[in-house]
T-cell receptor, first 113, second 112 residues
């Protein structure tokens, strides 16, 4: 059974709309992350949360907002979607002080038309 | 900012042969990790090698780290078709954010 669940697996959106990407982890980890993988680009760090608090934010745009309602949840809200936001978004988790070994979900593939 | 990058876009090998993927990075690190990503899946960690280690093994996998030249390699012996994947190196500069910097990845294809 997958230990990190991302929903949905595929998502198609129109330009200007808003979407929420869901992530839940059942590894008992205390840190969660979002990474983005765009075509022909490296996997790119977006956010890190530890104990439900934002640790680092490397996204330039406020259109990307992580939301942590529970300690094992870290959703990603994206507003005013643009075609350039098309990418696969990966959620990951780790146990702090475990030398940052990340466990990734299967990703949500977002296409913005 | 630090950069991790693999040195080749793609490699093909025949099943049973060995293959090596190389990686270079730009700044100081506390550790370097190798990940594998199969089609349609998220990356999965293979090996973590700390900055004070020169070599680490995990079954058929062997990673090396040379901090003086800021480079690392991942070797896979006795390759199998299921080793077909994109292999990434990722550097960890330490700190509290848990941020890893990934390279662009090397596609390894194992041909039967």
């Amino acid at each position: 059974d997958p230990k990190i669940i991302q929903k949905p697996k595929y998502l198609v959106a129109v330009t200007g709309s808003e979407k929420i990407l869901i992530c839940e982890q059942y590894l008992g980890h205390n840190a969660m992350y979002w990474y983005r993988q765009s075509a022909k680009k490296p996997l790119e760090f977006m956010f890190s949360y530890s104990y439900q608090k934002l640790m680092d934010n490397q996204t330039a745009s406020s259109r990307f907002q992580p939301q942590s309602s529970k300690k094992n949840h870290l959703d990603l809200q994206i507003t005013a979607l643009k075609p350039d936001d098309s990418a696969t978004y990966f959620c990951a988790s780790s146990q702090v002080n475990s030398q940052n070994t990340l466990y990734f979900g299967a990703g949500t593939r977002l296409s913005v038309l | 900012s630090q950069l991790a990058e693999e040195n080749l876009w793609a490699l093909s090998v025949h099943e049973g042969e060995s293959v090596t993927v190389n990686c270079s990075y730009k700044t100081s690190i506390t550790a370097l990790q190798w990940y594998r990503q199969k089609s349609g899946e998220g990356p999965a960690q293979l090996i973590l090698i700390r900055s004070n280690e020169r070599e680490k093994r995990n079954g058929r996998l062997r990673a090396t780290l040379d901090t003086s030249s800021q480079s690392s390699s991942l070797s896979i012996t006795a390759t199998r078709c299921e080793d077909t994947a994109v292999y990434f190196c990722a550097t960890d500069a330490g700190g509290l954010s848990g941020k890893l910097t990934f390279g662009e990845g090397t596609q390894v294809t194992v041909i039967s």
